[in-house]
């Protein structure tokens, strides 16, 4: 079936550090991808998505590109601040069907002033 | 804005005891959803809803039910609650299958 693998945490970085999360997926067909932010206390928010292969997705300086020839949704910010310190998670969806979301495990990222 | 509301941030409850978890949103979206969240698993689905008295499970619906009366509401049901269901809850809902899904806060659920 579908999955999500992305990379374990915690990803720990200074505050304006350049960060990437790596996200790769298994699927049949061409699925949306996503990725989706939970801060702390909080429930999961849309962050970014993209469609189709070579799509980019971007939100409040975070973007993602569609790479359908490595199979790979990878999130990445050139600055990142304290504020963007929560678990991140990559998710998946068929274009057909119900589209149910599949998960990745989350990957924690704190930021240190 | 779309709100998804959950009807306790924590609960604790008693090994064998019924649990009743109720979520609510209020964009009358057709698809609602309940998903736990454990460290190292991500988010797993339980048990969805496409519409008002419908219901499919999901990957992991052992030990737990649902109900849907009414098309704001969605309860998810521990009809005897176990300790390895200790656990993060989540609820969502999304407008149909092309539309983002909004979450609600969680509930904490420990079950002693």
């Known amino acids: 079936g579908d999955s999500v693998t992305q990379m374990e945490g915690p990803v720990t970085l200074s505050e304006e550090a350049f960060l990437t999360i790596n996200c790769t997926y298994t699927?049949?067909?061409?699925?949306?991808l996503f990725w989706y932010v939970q801060y702390p206390g909080e429930g999961l928010q849309l962050l970014l998505k993209a469609t189709k292969a070579d799509d980019k997705g971007s939100n409040k300086g975070f973007e993602a590109t569609y790479r359908k020839e490595t199979t790979s949704f990878h999130l990445e910010k050139g600055s990142v601040q304290v504020s963007d310190s929560a678990v991140y998670f990559c998710?998946?969806?068929?274009?057909?069907?119900?589209?149910?979301?599949?998960f990745g495990t989350g990957t924690r990222l704190l930021v240190s002033p | 804005d779309v709100k998804v509301t959950q009807s306790s941030r924590y609960l604790v409850k008693r090994t064998g005891e019924k649990v009743f978890l109720e979520c609510v949103q209020d964009?009358?979206?057709?698809?609602m959803f309940w998903y736990r969240q454990d460290p190292g698993l991500g988010l797993r689905l339980i048990y969805f809803?496409?519409?008002?008295?419908?219901?499919e499970k999901g990957d992991i619906p052992e030990g737990y039910s649902v109900s849907r009366e009414k098309k704001e509401r969605f309860s998810l049901i521990l009809e005897s609650a176990s300790t390895n269901q200790t656990s993060m809850y989540l609820c969502a809902s999304r407008g149909g299958p092309r539309y983002e899904q909004y979450f609600g806060p969680g509930t904490r659920l420990t079950v002693t």
């Open positions: 964009m009358d979206h057709e698809n």
């Open positions: 699927a049949t067909g061409y699925p949306s």
């Open positions: 998710a998946l969806s068929s274009n057909t069907g119900f589209q149910k979301l599949v």
């Open positions: 809803s496409y519409d008002v008295k419908m219901k």
